[in-house]
């Protein structure tokens, strides 16, 4: 799939998290003037991986390996943010013909912030709540405004969280425009824990202290 309606590009960079998964291009494409759009969108906005738990344990490679998480850092998801444009798949070379992001859907919604946790603790937590999902054939382009196209709005629940879960599938096996591998190359990949190193933290620390408030250290054990 492809994407360079100007308006429908404008509109998605207004919002302040949105991301859009296309085909990875050709080289050719990357010379295009409508390309500096889909780059400029993708500096102007993205979504905020820590709202997304289905998105919370990937990260980046560090020197092409998983990042490992032990018992001294926190998971990258905290700060990190994903691009507003990710390409996904293979790069068509020659004749080679590959699979492509084909469909053509946008999940709408809102985001919301609480501090609020069931255990009673106070929290940071972003999240997303989808509340409208389209379908159809148009592709976002600007050829597409003068086809015959269908499309349809739906706020059925199974479908938006079908949806949901389908589209953040996409972002997981996406990567940042322009990439250099004609293959499939995730950006982010499942960190790592070091469990042998947190088990040797934990077991030298006091469990009030991990789980309690960390403040009384006169407080009489559980």
Not at 68 to 90: N, Q
Request: hydrophobic share 40%; proline share 6%.
């Amino acid at each position: 799939m492809w994407m360079d309606d100007p308006e429908l590009i404008e509109v998605l960079g207004q919002m302040a998290n949105a991301c859009v998964v296309i085909t990875k291009q050709q080289a050719r494409k990357y010379q295009q003037s409508e390309f500096g759009l889909l780059e400029a969108l993708a500096e102007r906005t993205g979504i905020a991986q820590r709202a997304y738990p289905e998105l919370e344990e990937l990260a980046p490679r560090v020197d092409g390996q998983a990042s490992v998480v032990g018992p001294f850092s926190t998971l990258p998801d905290d700060e990190g943010e994903i691009g507003g444009v990710r390409e996904l798949g293979f790069r068509r070379v020659g004749n080679r013909l590959v699979p492509i992001v084909h469909a053509k859907m946008l999940l709408l919604g809102r985001m919301g912030w609480t501090d609020e946790h069931p255990s009673g603790h106070v929290v940071d937590t972003l999240y997303f709540v989808p509340e409208r999902l389209w379908v159809g054939s148009a592709n976002f382009t600007q050829a597409s405004r003068k086809s015959l196209e269908m499309g349809m709005w739906t706020a059925d629940p199974e479908l938006l969280k079908a949806a949901r879960g389908w589209l953040l599938q996409l972002v997981e096996m996406s990567e940042p425009l322009r990439s250099p591998s004609d293959d499939s190359q995730p950006e982010l990949v499942p960190v790592e824990y070091d469990d042998a190193a947190i088990a040797e933290y934990m077991s030298e620390r006091d469990f009030d202290f991990l789980f309690g408030d960390g403040l009384n250290d006169d407080a009489d054990p559980c």
